[in-house]
């Protein structure tokens, strides 16, 4: 049996119990269980309205960082730096400060030491990308929300199902009545 039609009946089993109940409970009573669910399902809603509106907020993801370690300083831009330092202590012998090699000279330094300066400043990141869990909690939350709604509305039909019909079998009672009464006037 396949399991629609396992579900079709258990349902359908679901529904007899009902009406079977509905003879015990009274219309009232079902009118105010009614009512109560009434309230959870507007209490539920608002909740799930709540829960939509802060989900609608929050990051899927976050993205965090992590230093692994700071770069080295390449002992062979040192030596560049070194190197360039004292060609420019040589020339500076020679040369006044605006001379022209002495600028060129100057701009390679600063360059370097610019360029030394970074690495010694600059960090390896590593990124990683994990789900939220505040996310995942408002989520989880949501669905559960929605499943409870959807039970609640589908016990309201069920109930307003089990009321119609108690209706219907009191207008069947009422007319079996009224049709002994005019029986037994005709007679």
Do not use: C, W
């Not at 069947?172 to 006037?185: C, G, L, S, V, Y």
Request: glycine residues 2%; aromatic residues 4%; charged residues 35%.
């Amino acid at each position: 049996m396949g399991i629609n039609k396992k579900l079709l009946i258990l349902g359908s089993f679901i529904f007899l119990i009902l009406i079977v109940s509905a003879s015990v409970i009274s219309p009232e009573a079902i009118k105010k269980e009614l009512e109560v669910i009434h309230f959870d399902v507007v209490e539920k809603q608002a909740s799930l309205d709540l829960v939509n509106k802060k989900l609608k907020n929050t990051p899927k993801e976050i993205v965090s960082t992590k230093l692994i370690r700071p770069k080295q300083v390449d002992a062979q831009m040192m030596a560049m730096l070194n190197d360039l330092k004292a060609q420019m202590a040589e020339k500076l012998t020679i040369y006044r400060e605006k001379h022209p090699v002495i600028k060129s000279l100057q701009s390679r330094i600063d360059y370097l030491q610019r360029l030394i300066d970074s690495q010694k400043t600059k960090k390896d990141m590593e990124r990683k990308i994990s789900l939220n869990p505040e996310f995942s909690d408002l989520t989880q939350k949501k669905n559960q929300l929605e499943t409870q709604i959807k039970g609640l509305l589908a016990r309201k039909m069920e109930l307003q199902k089990v009321l119609k019909k108690i209706d219907i079998e009191n207008e069947k009672k009422n007319d079996i009545k009224e049709n002994d009464k005019e029986k037994n006037t005709k007679k």
